[in-house]
């Protein structure tokens, strides 16, 4: 290895560690703004729950906010009727779905808690659209695939193991506690995904990519853990 490339790879290095630190910091800076909405009752009342499979309803290192807070990020198109929703990959029938199209499949309500990894969880949240099970059946999702990549807005990608997308509360969402979702909270489509760590959850939904192969995506690639389990504090990879 020559000179240059010695000096490339340092630079390259540093860049990331930059990109780490800037997220990190970041992730800090919206804790301290989401405080002041903490329900210490309710993180009370949720630290004596359980859920189904045994696990405490509230994981580790969470407190209960009194609402959804917006997060940041890139905002796509807001615009309903603008929604274009391509499901490509591993599949049998790639599809491109409209908000009427995405309407006239099975609809879902459901409550779902949602847990962020700066720190604050949302419990019995109410959201309401389609399951990713519907979505998986409508284009006959090869048996290879193992993971999806939902993409949004600007490039924005999450990459979620297939396995963890099971059961009626894994949907993709354009209703939040009765209403539309704000465009600040991902409208007119995002992802829900509970049980994993909500930067999974894609705001601003573009697309859904089945694939063999695991393709970690935007946090993943700066740091953040690429499972993301609460129960398991899977917050960054390396720290």
């Known amino acids: 290895m020559d000179f240059y490339e010695r000096g490339l790879q340092k630079h390259r290095a540093h860049v990331r560690r930059r990109r780490i630190l800037a997220a990190a910091a970041g992730t800090v800076v919206l804790a301290l703004s989401a405080r002041r909405w903490i329900d210490d009752e309710a993180t009370a009342n949720a630290k004596r729950e359980q859920r189904q499979d045994g696990r405490p309803r509230l994981p580790a290192g969470q407190r209960v906010l009194s609402k959804l807070r917006p997060m940041g990020g890139t905002a796509g198109d807001s615009r309903p009727n603008h929604l274009r929703l391509r499901i490509s990959g591993d599949v049998d029938t790639p599809t491109t779905l409209t908000m009427r199209e995405l309407l006239q499949l099975e609809q879902i309500s459901t409550e779902v808690d949602v847990h962020c990894v700066t720190g604050w969880s949302v419990m019995g949240a109410a959201v309401r659209g389609v399951s990713i099970e519907t979505i998986r059946r409508l284009v006959g999702v090869s048996s290879r695939a193992k993971h999806v990549i939902f993409e949004g807005a600007a490039g924005y990608t999450a990459n979620v193991p297939l396995a963890a997308l099971q059961g009626p509360k894994n949907i993709l969402a354009y209703r939040l506690d009765g209403v539309p979702l704000a465009r600040e909270n991902g409208a007119p489509l995002r992802a829900i995904v509970p049980d994993l760590y909500f930067w999974k959850s894609a705001k601003w939904l573009t697309g859904l990519r089945f ?15 690429n499972r993301a389990d609460p129960w398991k504090e899977q917050r960054h990879a390396l720290f």
Do not use: A, T
């Open 211 to 225: 694939v063999v192969k695991d393709r970690p995506g935007y946090w993943e690639k700066r740091g953040y853990h």
